[in-house]
């Protein structure tokens, strides 16, 4: 019973209302004053509370020649009516938090004052919305995407559409990915550990549509500059895990030159995958 007072109770009914609800189902007609001692509450709670539950159509009032008495209506029909409530309240509130958000998100993206400006930003631990804020940055970009990237895994290998979009459109992306022994795809669902060959080669097949691509022995930290305005830093550290580790997001334009000048000092210094593959194989 206590269980089942505990369920009533996570599906919004209070517990003096779980109480009587538990006495009703026992299937008998019942006086006020029974229910009241049955579930262990005032005579005054009692009959407030079965008078609400007559008005929502749990329980009927039946008037006898000396009292009124209450009884559980089909216990299905109850069943139903409690989800259909909870169902309503769901789409009440889903309907509100949209329409709330909608009209909070201008103010968001409203352009902020000087004054109240944040350079920089950091992101810790574990964050679903990581790749929602790298994607934001992106989309905001017009120009130029500059990726420095230690590459673990890959789920699908085949090239984005607004990586191809933005390409399409004019923009430049340049890539530096770091060659990996240990680099994995998902096929069929199953993480594999792929050669250097074939990593070089999912790479070689990104030119183009993918932007530019560049293979290095080493990067540092995985690192991405927008438009030379705002650089995106994930710190990389094999000491931690990869989910508790740090992002930041620096908004500062010498900054992001500066970044810019280090990007293309390593571009200068990485091979395309064609000529790092030969360089290789011939190691």
């Known amino acids: 019973m206590k269980e089942i ?21 026992e299937g008998n007609l019942h006086t006020a004053s029974e229910i009241a001692k049955k579930s262990g509450i005032a005579r005054s709670s009692a009959y407030d509370i079965l008078k609400s539950f007559t008005e929502k159509g749990i329980c009927n009032e039946i008037q006898t020649s000396s009292v009124i008495k209450y009884e559980i209506i089909d216990p299905k029909v109850v069943q139903d009516k409690i ?11 889903t309907t509100k938090l949209k329409d709330s958000f909608d009209k ?19 992101i810790k631990g ?21 990726l420095m990237n230690k590459l673990e895994a890959m789920a699908d290998t085949t090239i984005d ?13 340049k890539t530096i990915y770091e060659v990996s022994e240990n680099f994995r795809i998902n096929e069929g669902g199953k993480w594999i550990v792929v050669g250097i060959d074939k990593f070089i080669e999912i790479f070689k097949g990104t030119e183009g549509e993918g932007g530019e691509v560049k293979l290095t022995k080493k990067v540092y930290q995985n690192m991405a500059i927008f438009d030379r305005k705002i650089v995106y830093i994930s710190l990389v550290d094999p000491t931690i895990s990869r989910y508790n580790r740090s992002d930041i997001i620096v908004k500062n334009q010498n900054f992001a030159e500066a970044m810019a000048l280090f990007f293309e000092q390593s571009w200068l210094e990485a091979e395309l995958p064609g000529v790092f593959r030969d360089k290789y194989l011939k190691m």
């Open 83 to 93: 989800e259909k409530e909870i169902h309503d309240t769901y789409l009440n509130k």
């Open 5 to 25: 007072i505990q369920n009533l109770e996570a599906l919004g009914f209070t517990n003096y209302e779980s109480r009587v609800f538990c006495v009703l189902f």
């Open 161 to 173: 559409k607004f990586t191809a979009n933005f390409v399409k459109k004019g923009g430049i992306v």
């Open 126 to 146: 574990f964050n679903k919305h990581r790749s929602a804020k790298f994607m934001q940055l992106w989309e905001a970009s017009s120009k130029e995407l500059l």
């Open 104 to 122: 909070l998100t201008p103010i968001f993206k409203a352009k902020e004052l000087e004054g109240e400006k944040v350079d920089v930003e950091l």
